[in-house]
């Protein structure tokens, strides 16, 4: 193809005074294409504008100039019946397609989308076969070895209209290469020929993202850079980074053969036929050299390939749309697509009729479309974002700072840095600066892209320290920028609900993550917890518990990290189906999940204690009434000892969160007779592995009876405790952490606690069910031990009366026991150890004191408060 006939295509000129069509092959997220086509469409001045995106989303444009929009944002499909299947197409400011949008607003052009509808994007199972990457393909026939960096260093770097028809031309080249077969990966088709011929780049941008020639979904892309619609599913076997599972779309079911129905006058073969095609890999590439004297003949083995069918539907689904707006009256329709798909659009249509036999029997089902926020992590390729750009930050910075763009954002950086506690000063960015300009010259580049800043970052401002770079990457090059849509967005109930609620309680939606601490106290404060409650019941994990910076010990106060995802949009339509508001549907969903079969004791526990929290008022009777009737009927002790301590907890909320508990009360009362019956049964004939497990459960509950502070209640479940503390045919380690639990809340003294020990390191048992006594009543306690030396003298018999073989075989547990002690306990205990166990019993001993050290230390403290003595 000739660049006077790849022109002449481009512009279309049919008969003087007649409609011109202009083809626009553009790079999706590429500032400088974004540039370039505002200057472009400023020149041609169309009509009516096409761009590639999803043609049933044509209501939505409307919303581009609405007040409230504010890229980044994203094009949301998704089947009403199934909102887990959905597809996006993300935005930035510095897209080109948005730059169209915004052009078409600002001078009342008609505009509307000519992609596959995402009706037929959603029906679809197959995707796409095309394994061609075209810049990677140009790059090597321009000597570049790194395809962004060519496509930086051509096109990005200089806002030039004529870069349009001789990429448009390079991409002819290489589709032609490819539909005649003779297209190989890793082969340059074009290897001796200036891929753009004529033109030069201005100046120098660093590499930004793989996706010059294509559009459309998140996540997945094929391999020739155009990025393919996916969809979030539950079932796909695809995993996204964000947890959710992809599936990509195509644009319908394979066929064996489909060809160009523009090109009549050469085939367009497809995988297969490119298979085929290999034994003809000697022919004549379109630059005239032969791939066998290009790269010689190992490499023309390989595998030749064509263009896959999903991409010759959607290119003839953008010719119909081309047509039509023709046929409506456009006399100059400009039309915005991927560098890939231009030589697809350009030169004369033809007939409908191939076209039209192409698009039939497309899959098609019913969807919904509109607009979400996004963020430019989302746009990133380490999101997995088929589009993607390494960049976003950057290239947003490019595209809207345009006078001083290098020394801005080196401000920038040393604000991020600063923020972080690094003494940065102004002569830090004025250094940073003249590296950054000097590596440039260096390097013969008139402007220093973003390797040059980031090297001058790292040694002038982070003194090689990578960590803080990669702080840098996170937040400026990279971002966590979030857009907004107009509250007058189509959405679901829920939705709106949802904005509104967050608009009332005065919380922001961001992208970075953000501490929020609640005072529970204040009634503004109390609805924010309820709000981020209710929405982890419903899937939506905008705010995450967390330890807070200032410290409480009491009920009346909770932190949080909040962070918004662009995912949640989806989530949000997800939960829709449980109600029209928030609390409705956190109701309905929380009753649903309880009513399953097999939800346990504790379960509902944890339910009941989470409906609280959200203040799920119709849900909480409810719960109650369930978790009731399964602790009737629920005779594992287990079961009811796990329950009791959140149904504790639930109890608190009553004081700070004004919620009735009068029937909570009940079940907690109810459970706790349950528990004290059965425990009896419930400890007897236990093995080690079992008694180390209820021994942690009595610890819970012990600690929730407590806290609850009700006479009754403390009196039932220590009368429990007491009767298990007087058995002899229980495990040790249980009976000691009976004893050891009585003898904190006073039942039993020190001189009781004495001799149950006394009796437990007796002749007549073993040495291990000695050492579970000990263990279950020193665990992880150890002060006992300093303050009572009787107990340590005990203690210390024992291990001196023991053999070998027998101290041998109790080690590991006594090591266990005494490891679980602070530092200072253990520094305690070998102290009195050392001294021999001496010094008298704070079991009733006479007392020595040295009344002359003690006056002295009398006097120290009259003077430290300044009273006489």
Avoid at 546 to 558: A, P, Q
Wanted: with cysteine; charged share 25%; proline share 5%.
């Amino acid at each position: 193809m000739s660049k006077t006939n790849a022109a002449d295509d481009v512009q279309q000129r049919a008969a003087p005074g007649g409609p011109v069509t202009r083809v626009f092959g553009i790079r999706h997220h590429g500032p400088g294409s974004a540039r370039s086509l505002r200057t472009a469409l400023e020149q041609f001045r169309p009509d009516a504008i096409l761009i590639e995106g999803p043609a049933d989303a044509d209501p939505m444009v409307g919303y581009v100039a609405a007040e409230g929009m504010s890229p980044p944002v994203a094009l949301l499909a998704y089947l009403p019946d199934h909102p887990a299947k959905a597809a996006f197409w993300p935005y930035a400011v510095f897209s080109p397609e948005w730059q169209a949008l915004q052009y078409a607003a600002e001078h009342a052009v008609p505009v509307r989308f000519c992609d596959l509808p995402a009706t037929n994007v959603l029906a679809t199972e197959d995707a796409p076969d095309d394994r061609i990457d075209p810049l990677a393909e140009l790059a090597a026939a321009a000597g570049y070895d790194d395809a962004e960096r060519w496509w930086d260093a051509v096109v990005e770097s200089a806002a030039d209209t004529d870069t349009f028809e001789a990429i448009t031309e390079a991409m002819g080249a290489l589709r032609e290469a490819a539909e005649r077969g003779m297209f190989t990966p890793g082969i340059t088709t074009a290897a001796t020929e200036d891929p753009l011929p004529g033109y030069r780049p201005a100046h120098d941008i660093p590499p930004g993202d793989r996706s010059a020639a294509g559009h459309a979904g998140v996540e997945t892309h094929g391999p020739d850079g155009e990025p393919c619609p996916v969809t979030h599913d539950e079932s796909a076997d695809v995993n996204s980074p964000t947890g959710d599972t992809v599936e990509v779309e195509a644009g319908g079911a394979r066929e064996g053969s489909v060809s160009d129905p523009r090109r009549t006058d050469r085939p367009v073969s497809d995988a297969a036929a490119g298979r085929a095609a290999q034994g003809s890999a000697s022919d004549n590439s379109p630059t005239g050299d032969t791939v066998d004297e290009a790269v010689g003949r190992e490499d023309a083995e390989r595998e030749p390939i064509g263009i896959d069918a999903h991409t010759l539907r959607r290119e003839a689904y953008m010719r119909q749309t081309m047509r039509k707006a023709m046929k409506e009256g456009a006399q100059r329709l400009a039309v915005v697509c991927g560098a890939w798909h231009a030589p697809a659009l350009t030169g004369k249509l033809g007939p409908a009729t191939a076209d039209t036999k192409l698009l039939k029997g497309l899959g098609k089902v019913k969807a919904t479309v509109t607009w979400v926020p996004w963020t430019h992590s989302r746009l990133a390729t380490t999101s997995g974002y088929g589009a993607g750009i390494t960049s976003p930050g950057w290239y947003h910075h490019l595209f809207t700072e345009t006078e001083q763009p290098i020394a801005r954002w080196l401000t920038k950086v040393a604000g991020v840095l600063r923020a972080h506690d690094l003494p940065i000063s102004s002569a830090h960015i004025i250094e940073s600066v003249r590296l950054a300009d000097t590596l440039a010259a260096l390097r013969g580049r008139p402007l220093a892209g973003l390797s040059e800043v980031t090297e001058a970052v790292r040694s002038v401002m982070c003194a090689g320290d990578e960590t803080m770079l990669r702080l840098v990457a996170s937040e400026l090059v990279v971002g966590e920028t979030l857009g907004a849509v107009p509250d007058g967005t189509p959405t679901v109930p829920l939705a709106a609900d949802l904005r509104a609620r967050i608009r009332t309680l005065r919380l922001k939606q961001e992208a970075l993550s953000r501490n929020l601490d609640l005072d529970l106290r204040k009634e503004r404060e109390v609805e924010r917890s309820r709000l981020l409650h209710r929405l982890r019941v419903l899937g939506i994990d905008w705010g995450t518990p967390t330890t807070g910076d200032i410290r409480s010990t009491g009920t009346f106060r909770e932190s949080w990290t909040l962070r918004w995802r662009p995912e949640f949009a989806v989530s949000i339509i997800e939960a829709s189906r449980w109600g029209t508001t928030i609390r409705t549907a956190a109701a309905a969903k929380i009753l649903d999940a309880a009513g399953r079969a097999g939800s346990t004791v504790g379960d509902l526990t944890a339910a009941l204690e989470v409906a609280l929290l959200a203040d799920l008022g119709d849900a909480t009777n409810g719960l109650i009434t369930r978790l009731e009737s399964a602790a009737a009927v629920d005779h594992d002790i287990t079961h009811l000892l796990a329950a009791l301590p959140g149904l504790t907890r639930t109890l608190r909320y009553g004081d700070v969160r004004g919620t009735d508990t009068k029937a909570l009360t009940h079940v907690a009362d109810g459970l706790l007779v349950r528990i004290c019956a059965g425990l009896p049964s419930a400890v007897t004939g236990l093995d080690t592995d079992a008694a180390e497990q209820l021994r942690t459960q009595l610890d819970a509950a012990h600690t929730a009876i407590h806290t609850r502070d009700n006479d009754w209640a403390t009196g039932e479940w220590l009368a429990a405790l007491h009767r298990l503390g007087d058995r002899d045919d229980v495990h040790g380690a249980l009976v000691g952490r009976a004893v050891r639990l009585l003898a904190d809340a006073g039942r039993i003294d020190e001189s009781d606690s004495a001799r149950r020990l006394s009796a437990a390191l007796s002749i007549g048992n073993t040495a291990a069910a000695k050492a579970a006594w000990i263990d279950g009543f020193l665990g992880g306690r150890g002060l006992l031990l300093v303050h009572d030396r009787e107990l340590l003298r005990l203690i210390g018999d024992w291990l001196r009366s023991l053999g070998d073989d027998m101290f041998v075989e109790i080690l590991p547990l006594l090591r266990r026991t005494f490891g679980a002690f602070e530092s200072g306990e253990r520094r305690a205990i070998g102290q009195a150890v050392r001294d021999g166990g001496s010094g008298t019993s704070s079991t009733g001993a006479d007392m020595t004191f040295d009344v002359e050290r003690g006056l002295v230390a009398m006097r120290t403290v009259a003077d430290i408060l300044g009273v006489p003595v």
